[in-house]
C-alpha cells in the first residue's frame, strides 16, 4: 500500500515520473538533430556502426522561367485611280512603298542551385509568334487617259527579324536542366500594279517617259529567323528549338 499526505499549504506532492524536475529528453533538440539530420549529428550505418557526422540538411532547388511574344502587323500603301472619268497630263506616275519592318526578341532563363547532395531542377521556354501582313498596289481602273507616259510603281522592302531563345543553368551534382524555343514566323505581301478597263491614249514627246506604259513591282522582304536553346545540368541537361517560317508573298504587274 501506499500513503500520501499532503503538503502545509494542502497540495499533494509531485509524482516523480511525472514531476516538473525531470529532464526533458526533446529539450533543447530539433527534429533533424534528432534523426541525425543536423549539421554534425551523429549517423550510423544499416549494421549500426557509426559513421561519419551528417553534412546537414540537403536543399532542392527549383526555377521555371517562360514567355510569350505575339506581333501582327497588317500595313497597306496604295496609289490608285477609281475613276470612270477622263485625265489628261504630260506624264502620270503612281508609286506606292511600304518599309515596314518587324523586330522582336524573347528570351527566358533559369537557374537554380539546391547543393551537392540533392536533386536541383531548373526550367525555361521561349515562345514566339510573328506575322508581317501587307499589301501594297498601284493601279488605275475604269479611268480614260491621255498622255505621253504612264508609269505605275510598287515597292515593298519590309524585313521580319525574329530572335526566340531560352537557357538553363543548374550546375549541381544532381542537376537537371531542361530549356527549349519555339519560333512561329510568317511574312505574307500583295506586291502588285494592274490596269483595269482603262483606255489610255499614249502620245511619245520629249518626256522622260518617251511615250511608254510602265508597270513595275517589286517585293524585296526578306525573313530572319534566330531560334535557340541552351542547356547545362549537372547530371542531364535537355535543349531543343523549333523554327517554322513560311513565306507567302505574290508580285505581279498586269493589264
Known sequence: ????????????????????????PLDGETLPALFGDAEGAP??????????????????????????????????????IN??????ADSLTLSSLNETDLITAAGAAAMSTG????????IAGSFSKNYLLGK??????????ETSGLAL??????????????????????????????????????TETFLDR????????????????????TDTSEMLVIAGSLSYGGKIGVGASVALNKNYNTTKATI
Open 136 to 145: 501594297t498596289k498601284s493601279y488605275i481602273v475604269g479611268a480614260t487617259i
Open 115 to 122: 547543393g551537392s547532395d540533392k536533386t536541383s531542377l531548373g
Open 198 to 217: 482603262v483606255h489610255a491614249t499614249v502620245v511619245k514627246n520629249g518626256n522622260s517617259l518617251g511615250g511608254n506604259i510602265f508597270l513595275y513591282s
Open 1 to 24: 500500500a501506499s500513503v500520501r499526505t499532503k503538503g502545509d499549504d494542502g497540495s499533494k506532492p509531485e509524482d516523480p515520473q511525472n514531476g516538473a524536475d525531470q529532464e526533458d
Open 83 to 88: 475613276d470612270r472619268g477622263k485625265f489628261t
Open 43 to 80: 549517423t550510423e550505418d544499416d549494421a549500426g556502426n557509426a559513421g561519419e557526422p551528417s553534412k546537414g540538411q540537403g536543399k532542392t532547388g527549383i526555377a521555371i522561367a517562360g514567355d510569350v511574344s505575339i506581333n501582327t502587323i497588317t500595313d497597306t500603301a496604295m496609289a490608285y
Open 153 to 190: 510603281s510598287a515597292t515593298r522592302t519590309g524585313d521580319l527579324f525574329a530572335l526566340t531563345a531560352g537557357g538553363a543553368l543548374v550546375p549541381d551534382k544532381k542537376g537537371i536542366a531542361i530549356a527549349g524555343s519555339v519560333s512561329l514566323n510568317k511574312i505574307q505581301n500583295e
